[in-house]
């Protein structure tokens, strides 16, 4: 290769020379760039520990434009301006010679030309012309050799600084008078032999094999120094948020700034008393059997239920009615409140934090508006297809205060959609068992300038919320919306299965770019997918 070519050029060099006293001259002698000269010195000398190199530095000149023309002109412009002229004696017009070698060259060079005594001028006057309404006198201006031949030392300068040689200081004197070249300080390298040094680099392991422990090589053969400064190689894969964490992010942000706290969803389990009873939903709702819900095996049964007189309450309003309600009128069973199953929706975190405050009321008789989310995973035994999984994330969300309407609510819907860039909301008289009044929210899609059902929300009724204990006059708002739907929307899948599960392209983790939704302008739903 050109790069050993070179190593064994300097080292055959060092070897015969015993050193290089100049890597620049070194360079343009053999006509090598001299950043790939240093490259090969150093690895010569790094390591290997064949080479010493010495730093010096020196003035060198640098040609100016001027300089480089005359150059590339293979003649200064006082020999160019002598050679147009004929050399048998003869008279030539100025303006011809113009012509031959140009105007530029014409201006230096005449009046160097014959400053050095090379050639000499005549003047011819000849009719007077007309120009306009004027009279002008008519001069030609003649040209004629005064030496025999010349010399071009200047051209010889520049030629010998273009090759990188050393110039005699009056020569230096005259590029610079003439601004034909400015001195420049260069680095270079004295390169003499190193400790190591051979006309051959002698092949270095690099790392020790179960052969050479097994032959005994190592024992003799050389190693390469570890690189401790080498970069490490670059990890692509660190650190990325799955598109649907992504999302999330983003909508904890929302609520964050809305001043909203953070529910705690860690437990996936829950018991059928906590996901329906406390939440109003009586025990022969159809979600509650094995087509919706996933029951659990091992534990089947909570191990406790609540003790404080709170289960009572609940029985009381499902069996009988209180607080004015008539309830269903059923028996209702502990066992079936005791089954044990995936939490169908984070409403159930919702309920046992309402019963807190309801304890906290009974307590001290304080009570303090509170404003809750939470986005995690809810389990349901739904057959899947393009938009339905067993399992997804729900948004969840409650405003807990004195005298709220259903105008809050909307208010507060307004603003937070118009967060996530929906401006335009819809709502449908809907029903849960355990809010009333419920509604279904719809969304103008801004980009497919369609109606989008995006969650279910309501008031939370007195009969989930006084058998906890909490004041008589306290309105509960409450929300809950699909993680998935908005993600899919906004990275523009169309089929679940490219988002969650064992088929996801994991390489979208990398590509899609953090979400943003675009609160200002409200483009939601922009194509960032690439
Ligand atoms: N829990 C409801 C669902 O699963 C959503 C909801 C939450 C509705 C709170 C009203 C109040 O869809």
């Not at 089954?339 to 019963?355: C, D, E, F, G, W």
């Not at 809907?430 to 801004?446: D, L, R, V, W």
Request: aromatic letters at 10%; hydrophobic letters at 35%; proline letters at 4%.
């Amino acid at each position: 290769s050109q790069t050993s070519d070179l190593e064994s050029l300097v080292l055959q060099s060092v070897n015969k020379d015993g050193s290089i006293s100049n890597s620049r001259e070194f360079a343009s002698q053999n006509g090598v760039d001299h950043e790939k000269l240093v490259g090969v010195l150093n690895s010569l000398k790094l390591g290997a520990g064949m080479l010493e190199l010495e730093n010096k530095t020196e003035s060198v000149f640098k040609l100016s434009k001027e300089g480089e023309k005359i150059l590339s002109d293979k003649a200064t412009p006082e020999v160019l301006v002598f050679n147009a002229i004929p050399s048998n004696g003869e008279r030539i017009e100025q303006s011809k010679v113009k012509d031959i070698v140009g105007a530029d060259v014409e201006k230096i060079g005449m009046g160097n030309a014959v400053k050095n005594k090379w050639i000499g001028t005549e003047k011819k006057e000849g009719e007077p012309i007309m120009v306009g309404d004027k009279v002008k006198k008519n001069i030609t201006v003649l040209l004629y050799r005064q030496a025999e031949s010349v010399t071009d030392a200047v051209y010889d300068i520049i030629n010998n600084v273009s090759q990188g040689k050393q110039i005699p200081a009056d020569a230096a004197k005259t590029l610079k008078t003439r601004k034909l070249a400015g001195e420049e300080q260069v680095k270079y390298f004295v390169v003499t032999k190193g400790p190591n040094f051979a006309l051959e680099r002698k092949q270095m392991q690099t790392d020790i094999t179960s052969e050479m422990l097994a032959n005994g090589s190592w024992k003799t053969d050389e190693f390469k120094p570890y690189n401790f400064q080498a970069l490490g190689r670059r990890n692509e894969w660190n650190g990325y948020l799955h598109p649907l964490l992504k999302a999330r992010s983003e909508f904890r942000k929302v609520f964050l700034e809305m001043g909203f706290s953070e529910m705690r969803t860690n437990q996936f389990a829950a018991s059928s008393f906590w996901n329906f009873d406390s939440l109003f939903t009586p025990q022969q709702h159809p979600v509650r059997d094995a087509h919706d819900t996933f029951f659990l095996r091992n534990p089947a049964t909570a191990h406790s239920l609540p003790t404080d007189g709170y289960l009572e309450e609940v029985k009381k309003v499902h069996a009988e009615g209180s607080h004015g309600s008539l309830g269903y009128r059923y028996d209702w069973n502990v066992e079936e409140a005791k089954k044990n199953i995936l939490r169908t929706h984070t409403t159930a975190v919702s309920a046992k934090i309402l019963r807190d405050v309801g304890i906290e009321y009974q307590k001290t008789g304080k009570f303090t508006p509170k404003k809750y989310f939470s986005i995690d995973r809810v389990f349901r035994n739904e057959v899947p297809d393009a938009t339905h999984l067993c399992e997804f994330h729900q948004i969840e969300g409650m405003v807990i205060d004195r005298g709220l309407s259903l105008g809050d609510m909307i208010g507060l819907f307004s603003t937070f959609f118009e967060r996530i860039g929906i401006t335009e909301l819809k709502y449908k008289p809907a029903f849960n068992p355990y809010t009333e009044p419920s509604m279904e929210i719809f969304g103008k899609h801004p980009q497919l300038n369609s109606w989008i059902e995006i969650g279910n929300s309501g008031m939370f009724r007195p009969e989930m919320l006084l058998p906890m204990g909490l004041p008589q006059d306290v309105v509960v708002l409450a929300w809950g919306l699909s993680l998935e739907r908005p993600t899919m929307i906004k990275y523009k899948i169309n089929n679940i299965r490219e988002l969650v599960g064992h088929n996801v392209d994991i390489e979208m983790t990398r590509l899609y770019p953090m979400c943003r939704l675009d609160r200002e302008d409200h483009h939601v739903l922009s194509d960032y997918r690439r």
